[in-house]
T-cell receptor, first 116, second 109 residues
């Protein structure tokens, strides 16, 4: 158990719909990262928040948005869903302001999104 | 730019040794990470190398050569539970991790 909690674990929805994925980081971690992993693909970095502020942005579509709340949990909003958005969405947290500064990332179990 | 190369898939036999290679190109260097990911599960941290040489941790060891832009993960006494993808990652100039596509390791009895 990494200490990172993601909900929901599974989500099935239709094209054009909107969903919200939720993440609670490990206790004490200020950074939250969102990743997308499509079937048999590598991890694609979407966005990072550090202590409530957006820290870095990766290949995140305009249809997607995220935020980190004062209690440090984060939400990833996916709208106007397309079939290609079907993927595993991982949240990770770290103590450090960036995962690369010798800081290990702790991943949640992921939210599997299926768009029909 | 940043680039990471790993073999897509490798097969090895239970009880044997396997070496998974990773080559990288970065504008600077701030260490190299290895993560393990079982199918459908979250990646978990295996190792972090910032200096040249071999770091041993039980059955798993990780090697780094900064001058060659090269690392490998060495798995000894392979067990069936080692069947997983192994991800190599390096920080970019903003300390964000750049991930390789991963090497899928298949262990056969």
């Amino acid at each position: 158990d990494s200490g990172v909690t993601q909900t929901p674990k599974h989500l099935i929805t239709a094209t054009g719909q909107r969903v919200t994925l939720r993440c609670s980081p490990r206790s004490g971690d200020l950074s939250v990262y969102w990743y997308q992993q499509s079937l048999d693909q590598g991890l694609q970095f979407l966005i990072q928040y550090y202590n409530g502020e957006e820290r870095a942005k990766g290949n995140i579509l305009e249809r997607f948005s995220a935020q980190q709340f004062p209690d440090l949990h984060s939400e990833l909003n996916l709208s106007s869903l397309e079939l290609g958005d079907s993927a595993l969405y991982f949240c990770a947290s770290s103590v450090a302001p960036s995962g690369g500064s010798a800081g290990e990332l702790f991943f949640g179990e992921g939210s599997r999104l299926t768009v029909l | 730019g940043q680039n990471i190369d790993q073999p897509t898939e490798m097969t090895a036999t239970e009880g044997a040794i396997v070496q998974i290679n990773c080559t990288y190109q970065t504008s600077g260097f701030n260490g190299l990470f290895w993560y393990q990911q079982h199918a459908g599960e979250a990646p978990t941290f295996l190792s972090y190398n910032v200096l040249d040489g071999l770091e041993e941790k039980g059955r798993f060891s990780s090697f780094l050569s900064r001058s060659k832009g090269y690392s490998y993960l060495l798995l000894k006494e392979l067990q069936m539970k080692d069947s997983a993808s192994y991800l190599c990652a390096v920080p970019d100039s903003n300390y964000q991790l750049i991930w390789g596509a991963g090497t899928k390791l298949i262990i056969k009895p």
